[in-house]
């Protein structure tokens, strides 16, 4: 029970953190439940890390 809790806990606390990056980047909260499938989300992970993020300012060229 008590490894129940922290499972639960640790989803929780990653799903609440990643929320705050991804909105922060641009996206909507809800990108993040993306990740709980199998296989998509490894698909977000490379789509989040190699995307133009929608509030990246324009004088930044991450892609030099």
């Known amino acids: 029970a ?4 922290s499972v639960v ?3 929780f606390l990653d799903s609440l ?3 705050r990056i991804v909105e922060k ?4 909260k809800l990108f ?6 199998p ?3 490894i698909v977000i992970i490379w789509f989040f ?3 133009k993020w929608p509030n990246l300012k324009p004088d930044i ?4």
């Open 2 to 5: 008590k490894r129940d809790f």
């Open 32 to 37: 993040i439940l993306c990740l709980l499938i």
């Open 9 to 11: 806990g640790s989803l």
């Open 49 to 51: 890390a190699f995307s």
């Open 17 to 19: 953190l990643g929320g």
């Open 61 to 64: 060229d991450v892609f030099k």
């Open 25 to 28: 980047a641009g996206y909507p």
């Open 39 to 41: 296989f998509l989300n």
